[in-house]
């Protein structure tokens, strides 16, 4: 549905010079669709991962082609870290690292009230010792959505507060890079 969807894209705006309408066009019929529940569906695998990530690379080529007149592998090979950095988006799977552990700070602030999702948030008590530990919390090995979200959040190097607001805490996770 949404390579259909970019693919329609492209094929219409080719008359259409206003960059900001093709990205609001990507992000509202396109990305939205990719992201659509990605916390409970994140691949773990990174073939899977690739596999969504083409999609957008697929449109920051086009879109990049749009403004420079060129296409990004030719005649120079423009590595795709670096087209959306030039095109100010956030990589897919950034996004839905970022989304897991806003979910995460939703549970802990009662925004989601779901107590039997609560109950399964293991908080770690560090013993006194000599070398200090990071991990908030205690993470048994298994990819159940609440457990990688819990395992991005101990491998952040800063790690957001969670009595901030939620305004503060969004803008905190952007503006950190969340590990791959």
């Known amino acids: 549905m949404a390579y259909r969807n970019l693919g329609m894209i492209i094929r219409y705006c080719k008359e259409i010079d206003d960059i900001d309408a093709i ?3 990507y992000l509202s019929l396109v990305r939205s669709k990719v992201e659509y529940a990605s916390f ?3 691949p773990q695998q990174k073939c899977h991962t690739k596999t ?6 697929k449109f920051t080529r086009y879109l990049f082609k749009k403004i420079n007149g060129f296409y990004p592998k030719f005649p120079q090979n423009i590595p795709y870290k670096q087209l959306i950095q030039q095109l100010d988006l956030p990589t897919l799977e950034n996004r839905r ?3 897991k552990i806003k979910f ?3 549970i802990l602030n009662c925004t989601i009230d779901s107590p039997q999702i609560l109950e399964r948030v293991h908080f770690q008590i ?5 070398r200090p530990r990071n991990n908030l ?3 048994r090995n298994n990819t159940s959505p609440l457990s990688t979200a819990m395992k991005l959040y101990n491998d952040l190097e800063r790690k957001p507060d969670f009595a901030l607001n939620k305004t503060e805490f969004a803008e905190f996770l952007e503006s950190i890079s969340v590990p791959d």
């Open 23 to 25: 990205r609001t066009l």
């Open 40 to 42: 409970i569906w994140s």
């Open 52 to 57: 969504i990530e083409s999609i957008q690379s």
């Open 97 to 99: 690292d970022q989304s």
């Open 104 to 106: 995460l700070y939703k």
């Open 126 to 130: 560090p013993p006194p010792g000599l």
């Open 137 to 139: 919390f205690k993470v």
